[in-house]
């Protein structure tokens, strides 16, 4: 049978944008409402309590267009979403409604504000939330580059904003990030190398490069390697060999021959069959000498005080009387 891959397809031109997501209405949901309850709790941290009692009104209106029932529990500290309420689950027509509710609340437990986080229950807007703890080891490094990434008075931050289109924010141990899947995917880049101890410039510079490139239409179809930046990773180090080289001994398959006892020792001395008492007294000879070489060191050093200089010839006394007269008649 021959392929019809390559015949004709009249309603296929140019002007449709195949990678375009068409809003879910409730005609494209053919199965009806949803059969099962499903519902997701998130925790939030005490100082967030004040902002979402005061935003908590306008999360729940959003979420009521979507058949979607929120809860804030204030004496446990929690959200939750649910579709178990019988009235909202008849109305919900979206099954990944309840997705975007729990990313929702998990943006607003991570300090994201609340207009922010409710782009989220948009179809062409997603959501990501980065561990960036479990990352860096060390607590100083880990603080460092978090640094890093913030920038001075938040400029790196806003510059990452407006390359990827996205709403970064940095909270504790978590980078949240809304926006488009490829936004989100550079975000997550940027976020993975900073923590790797590469600076977010370098990415900084090569997004601004790909985004002028994009305008172009000729390049549209050509590759852009020739054109991104190239970082080589230098060495601090000029050092070429180490310090120390070990030599390598040459290898023998027999073991190195043992090193001699006390007793062997002994043996060779000629000290192991003497008695107990003459050892002592043979020890107490050696210390004596020792005792008496020492005695006569520090008389010699002491009577060097008393030794006369030598005393100059009487040429050279002549020769110095002259020099005194010669300074004073001058």
Same mark, same amino acid.
């Given at each position: ?18 990678? =375009? ?17 499903? !519902? ?13 009692? %005061? ?21 446990n500290g929690s959200m939750e979403v649910k579709? +178990? ?10 099954? *990944? ?11 607003? +437990?991570? !300090?994201?504000? *609340? ?23 060390? =607590? ?14 938040? *400029? ?33 880049r940027v976020v993975e190398d900073t923590m *790797? ?52 001994? $040459? ?5 190195? +021959? +043992? ?25 107490? %000879? ?25 005393? $100059? ?18």
């Amino acid at each position: 049978m021959p392929s019809t891959n390559n015949a004709p397809k009249p309603w296929d031109t140019d002007d449709i944008d195949k990678w =375009k997501i068409e809003p879910f209405k409730p005609s494209d949901n053919v199965g009806g409402t949803l059969s099962e309850e499903s !519902s997701f709790i998130v925790l939030f941290p005490k100082y967030r309590e004040v902002y979402l009692r %005061e935003a908590w009104p306008g999360v729940t209106k959003a979420l009521k267009n979507l058949g979607i029932a929120c809860t804030l529990d204030l004496v446990n500290g929690s959200m939750e979403v649910k579709t +178990a309420n019988v009235a909202l689950t008849k109305k919900t027509w979206d099954p *990944a409604a309840i997705l975007k509710a729990r990313d929702l609340v998990k943006l607003l +437990a991570r !300090s994201v504000p *609340a207009p922010e986080a409710l782009r989220v229950l948009q179809d062409d807007v997603a959501a990501d939330v980065i561990k960036i703890r479990n990352l860096v080891n060390n =607590k100083e490094k880990f603080v460092k580059r978090r640094q890093r990434l913030l920038g001075p008075n938040a *400029a790196t931050l806003k510059a990452l904003q407006l390359l990827t289109g996205t709403y970064i924010q940095v909270q504790g141990n978590t980078v949240s990030a809304i926006g488009g899947y490829k936004g989100l995917k550079e975000v997550r880049r940027v976020v993975e190398d900073t923590m *790797a101890n590469i600076h977010p410039i370098y990415q900084i510079k090569e997004l601004m490069v790909k985004r002028e490139l994009a305008k172009d239409p000729l390049l549209k179809n050509e590759s852009w390697d020739r054109f991104l930046p190239n970082y080589k990773k230098r060495s601090l180090s000029k050092r070429l060999k180490p310090h120390r080289i070990s030599e390598k001994k $040459p290898y023998t398959p027999f073991p190195p +021959a +043992a090193e001699p006892s006390k007793v062997d020792l002994q043996l060779e001395a000629g000290e192991y069959h003497i008695g107990r008492d003459a050892k002592k007294r043979i020890a107490q %000879e050696e210390r004596m000498e020792k005792q008496k070489l020492k005695k006569e060191e520090k008389k010699r050093e002491r009577e060097k005080d008393f030794i006369a200089p030598d005393e $100059p010839v009487d040429g050279e006394r002549k020769k110095k009387k002259r020099k005194a007269k010669a300074l004073d008649e001058e």
